[in-house]
């Protein structure tokens, strides 16, 4: 009998036997597992899965694009099926958005623990930073004066830069504020008018972070010149300068500063780089006003007593800003101001305290604001 074929002169019972030993040795033989150690869900091989933005790019342009952006079939294969496909995709953004943990090895460096197909051709390595690409520009832009009076609504965007070669297929990035002075609020953060097929972002007591993908099918992405990516509005708590700065944001969803990029002209596959990153700031303003002009008129005169005296006893007149009816400066508003204002006009009482006669703002501290003063 040829060793070669399988024998055919058998009874059920051998050829029994022999289907039993087939199957036995196909259990014991195990599928091919990985020897290389990786992490999951990084893609690209950098040794960061932070910029999870950039892994899951790199996965796109490898399923449709053909590019060979793939460092680590199994780091690719986000979950952990043995197959890379648009699950992938969905499985890694899934864990950037809410960082539940991807399978192991997970978010360190270990070996494969589940038999599949796929393997691991580069080695796992320390993620060195992001190599800084001039070209790029990320910048913080206040609109219009970038001031605004405490308590006002003062409206800033995220601009991006792009060189004339090179279009930006995903960017993350943070920025940052001082929460007793700038106040963002909630439900103003957005895109800009370019409208991405992927766009999360998480605010945060001192700043939001942002991760956006313009196309998850590779189609377009940010072309060269100046794009608004985010857009977010702050309510001014005190005067002064607050500085807003980019940063590597912290929270359910860490966050680099950091974007992929492929040439414009070309196509090509991208690659991650790190923008240059400038900051600026927001003024807050205090409101100014005539102390003593309870009316805000710009006149002082007698009318400002009976305006002060219909706001204080019978519920009419019109007092905006209760730093002007403090006539005194003594820190309220009270029938007191409307004596010092009579003395003053009438019996050669001392004139109200600064600011007064022009405009300014209040010298000293106390509760009350001015909410409202045209004049000034």
């Given amino acids: 009998m040829n060793s070669s074929t399988f024998p055919t002169d058998q009874t059920p019972a051998v050829r029994g036997a022999f289907l039993c030993l087939?199957?036995?040795i196909l259990v014991?033989?195990?599928?091919?597992?990985?020897?290389?150690?990786?992490?999951?869900?990084?893609?690209?091989?950098?040794g960061d899965t932070n910029f999870y933005v950039g892994d899951v790019?790199?996965?796109i342009e490898n399923l449709l694009g053909g590019?060979?952006?793939?460092?680590?079939?199994?780091?690719?294969?986000?979950?952990?099926?043995?197959?890379?496909?648009?699950?992938?995709?969905i499985e890694n953004l899934n864990n950037g958005i809410t960082s539940s943990l991807l399978p192991a090895p997970f978010p360190v460096c270990g070996p494969d623990p589940t038999p599949d197909a796929l393997g691991c051709a580069a080695p796992c390595v320390a993620f060195a930073g992001y190599t800084l690409n001039p070209g790029f520009l990320l910048e913080i832009s206040p609109v219009g004066s970038g001031s605004g009076l405490v308590g006002s609504i003062v409206t800033v965007e995220v601009k991006l830069t792009v060189p004339p070669t090179e279009e930006v297929t995903g960017?993350?990035?943070?920025?940052?504020?001082?929460?007793?002075?700038?106040?963002m609020i909630p439900g103003s953060v957005t895109h800009g008018p370019l409208v991405p097929d992927f766009f999360t972002f998480q605010m945060h007591p001192t700043g939001v972070n942002l991760n956006l993908i313009p196309s998850l099918t590779g189609a377009f992405g940010f072309t060269p010149g100046v794009h608004v990516v985010a857009v977010a509005q702050y309510e001014v708590l005190t005067p002064g300068v607050?500085?807003?700065?980019?940063?590597?944001?912290?929270?359910?969803?860490p966050v680099p500063v950091a974007l992929t990029s492929r040439s414009s002209s070309t196509g090509g596959c991208s690659v991650v780089s790190a923008p240059v990153k400038v900051g600026s700031s927001v003024t807050g303003l205090l409101?100014?006003?005539i102390r003593g002009d309870t009316n805000a008129d710009g006149n002082c005169d007698v009318a400002d007593a009976i305006n002060l005296l219909q706001c204080l006893f019978m519920g009419s007149g019109n007092c905006p800003c209760d730093d002007a009816s403090d006539i005194n400066d003594d820190g309220n508003v009270n029938l007191g101001d409307i004596v010092f204002k009579l003395s003053f006009l009438f019996n050669g009482g001392p004139p109200p305290p600064a600011p007064f006669p022009g405009c300014g703002t209040d010298p000293t501290t106390d509760p009350l604001g001015c909410a409202s003063f045209p004049p000034c």
């Fill in 22 to 24: 087939l199957l036995a």
């Fill in 28 to 46: 014991v033989i195990p599928a091919p597992t990985s020897a290389q150690n990786f992490i999951r869900g990084d893609t690209n091989g950098d």
């Fill in 57 to 59: 790019v790199a996965l």
């Fill in 67 to 89: 590019c060979a952006t793939v460092a680590c079939e199994d780091g690719a294969d986000a979950n952990d099926d043995g197959m890379l496909n648009v699950a992938d995709v």
């Fill in 171 to 183: 960017i993350s990035f943070g920025f940052c504020h001082v929460p007793a002075d700038l106040q």
């Fill in 242 to 253: 607050h500085p807003l700065t980019f940063g590597n944001m912290a929270g359910i969803m």
């Fill in 287 to 289: 409101q100014g006003f």
